[in-house]
């Protein structure tokens, strides 16, 4: 979420920065309800002191013996109005909540301009993709070759989307996770976590996923919610015989790891010497694709559910864009470590995630579509998430500050399978293991066809 008092200082420059994503921020709804906000906190403070003084008079008048009454009926009424004043006062302000909730990051100064993904600006590249001496295949094809991978059971069981692996395939799948895991742990530095693959709405809220993405989300009814503590309270202290009726509680599969690891500092203030704080977390992920129907419909490439390890970093503002070729950095090492040929990305500012001010992506060559294909997105979303989970630690001076959160995927796992199936497919239809992760499958160096 943006400062509002950069929007309230400088309308005009943040519209400007948004366009370029592009974005339309409606400045004349916002400048609207900040004058309707002003106004009603002018007129606030005015009855705030108005009662004040009231209620010295009215002290003073009554250590006199004088007559009270028409200080008093005053004052009801000053009370009466500020009281409707203050309820119209939050709503206003959950309104201006609203309008932010909805607008996306500003982008960073150094991000390319552009209109879609055609502009995204080639960084580096790695690797050279491998001449094959006989006709490729993509890793449906391999997969289905060596009796591993089915996807028209998996649409028996749950629809189109889904995908079964079985045998050294899924082993494959599984050491894939491990080695990443082994490798972003004791050599990079990150703590591993396991979090919940169901989250709460204040969760999805916190990272940006709601309420901009609902639609891309599986969401879970999860029972009826207990009323608060707070909420019982106020309930005793007006006298009312019973509670609101018990409301819908729901619940969201994660749509990737960022979501309830980011949130492990939300409304936390963190210690200036825990920083930086850096987690990897394996999990499933699950999303409705919701904009991508007609999109990757053959294979792995899109799906309603997948594995990822994802790394999330939890840094002070001014070590952030550090931290994000840093961790860019860590995501390259698996690629390298399989020796499978990437490109890095710089997205232009039109094709940026909507919580992110700088983006990295990771393009795999996949030999069966010969071209680049993103395998991970490693981003900077400076104090956006944290402004919205008010995430902060404790600066030199002692003060609270916002942190910067990062993360990035290192790597999508099924996505770095489909890669090493089509990089190491072999002529008889086998596939050699790569030689990082043969540890990880018990020594196994081919995958062939179980007859």
Request: proline share 5%; with cysteine; aromatic share 6%.
């Amino acid at each position: 979420m943006l400062d509002i008092q950069s929007l309230r200082n400088d309308l005009e420059g943040v519209s400007n920065r948004l366009a370029l994503r592009p974005f339309h921020l409606d400045g004349a709804a916002f400048q609207a309800l900040e004058q309707e906000r002003k106004q009603v906190q002018t007129r606030t403070q005015e009855l705030q002191a108005t009662r004040n003084s009231l209620a010295k008079r009215i002290g003073q008048a009554k250590g006199k013996g004088e007559d009270v009454t028409a200080m008093m009926a005053e004052a009801g009424q000053a009370n009466a109005e500020l009281q409707s004043l203050e309820e119209k006062l939050l709503q206003i302000q959950a309104k201006l909540q609203d309008f932010l909730l909805l607008i996306p990051n500003l982008p960073h100064a150094s991000v390319p301009l552009g209109q879609s993904a055609n502009d995204n600006a080639e960084v580096r590249r790695h690797g050279t993709p491998r001449q094959f001496g006989f006709p490729v295949k993509d890793h449906v094809d391999i997969g289905e070759g060596l009796g591993m991978l089915d996807f028209t059971t998996a649409t028996k069981i749950s629809g189109a989307r889904f995908s079964l692996m079985t045998g050294a395939l899924a082993r494959l799948h599984r050491a894939l996770a491990q080695f990443m895991l082994d490798v972003h742990t004791r050599e990079h530095g990150y703590t591993e976590v396991y979090a919940p693959y169901l989250v709460n709405a204040a969760s999805m809220r916190g990272t940006g996923q709601l309420p901009k993405f609902e639609e891309d989300l599986f969401r879970v009814p999860f029972g009826l919610e207990e009323p608060t503590p707070k909420e019982v309270e106020e309930v005793v202290r007006q006298g009312v015989t019973s509670l609101a009726p018990p409301r819908q509680r729901n619940l969201y599969l994660i749509p990737t790891a960022e979501v309830p690891v980011t949130n492990i500092v939300r409304d936390e203030i963190v210690p200036l010497e825990r920083l930086p704080l850096k987690f990897v977390c394996h999990t499933p992920c699950f999303r409705s694709e919701a904009g991508s129907y007609g999109k990757d419909t053959r294979g792995m490439i899109r799906q309603h559910q997948f594995d990822k390890v994802e790394l999330v970093q939890i840094i002070r503002p001014e070590k952030s864009y550090a931290g994000l070729e840093e961790l860019t950095g860590h995501a390259e090492a698996i690629l390298k470590k399989l020796e499978l040929p990437y490109r890095v990305m710089a997205l232009c500012a039109a094709d940026m995630g909507f919580s992110a001010a700088k983006t990295y992506d990771l393009e795999v060559w996949l030999p069966g579509q010969s071209a680049y294909r993103e395998i991970s997105s490693c981003s900077n979303f400076e104090a956006f998430q944290a402004r919205r989970m008010q995430a902060r630690f404790r600066n030199e001076k002692g003060k609270p500050e916002l942190v910067h959160t990062l993360n990035g995927s290192a790597l999508a796992v099924g996505r770095t399978l489909v890669a090493v199936l089509e990089n190491y497919q072999n002529a008889d239809g086998s596939v050699s293991v790569p030689k990082a992760l043969q540890a990880h499958m018990g020594g196994l160096d081919r995958i062939e066809r179980v007859t």
